[in-house]
């Protein structure tokens, strides 16, 4: 089973950019397709990218609307958010998630292996 951990949060001011990392570990990286979520204080978890086991496809939440990019890099076991005009709202912990299959998928009871999350913070 693959095990994941997030990195890169922290605080940054409205308008900046931040890049998360989710290390895999194991040798089956490439079998899982993968999710950024993220969740907020007193919300419930929300889907805010998700991206396929090769790459090549990626799918975005609406709020998203071109400000946040998903990547990963199978050859490093990693997957990547670019996450730029960061506004308050963003403010949340975000974790990722992987599913073995195919295809990809927005519900986070579609997958099965979370990391233990990483927290941005946006001020205003």
């Known amino acids: 089973q693959v095990q994941l951990v997030e990195s890169g949060g922290g605080l940054v001011q409205a308008g900046g950019s931040l890049r998360l990392s989710c290390a895999a570990s194991?040798?089956?990286?490439?079998?899982?397709?993968m999710g950024w979520f993220r969740q907020a204080l007193g919300k419930e978890r929300e889907f805010v990218a998700a991206?396929?086991?090769?790459?090549?496809?990626?799918t975005y939440a609406g709020f998203v609307k071109g400000r946040f990019t998903i990547s990963r890099d199978n050859a490093k076991n990693t997957m990547y958010l670019q996450m730029n005009s960061l506004k308050p709202e963003d403010t949340a912990v975000y974790y990722c998630?992987?599913?073995?299959?195919?295809?990809?998928?927005?519900?986070?009871?579609?997958?099965?292996?979370w990391g233990q999350g990483t927290q941005v913070t946006v001020s205003s």
């Open positions: 998630a992987a599913q073995q299959g195919f295809g990809i998928l927005t519900g986070p009871n579609e997958y099965a292996r």
């Open positions: 194991g040798r089956t990286f490439s079998s899982y397709f």
């Open positions: 991206i396929s086991r090769s790459g090549g496809s990626t």
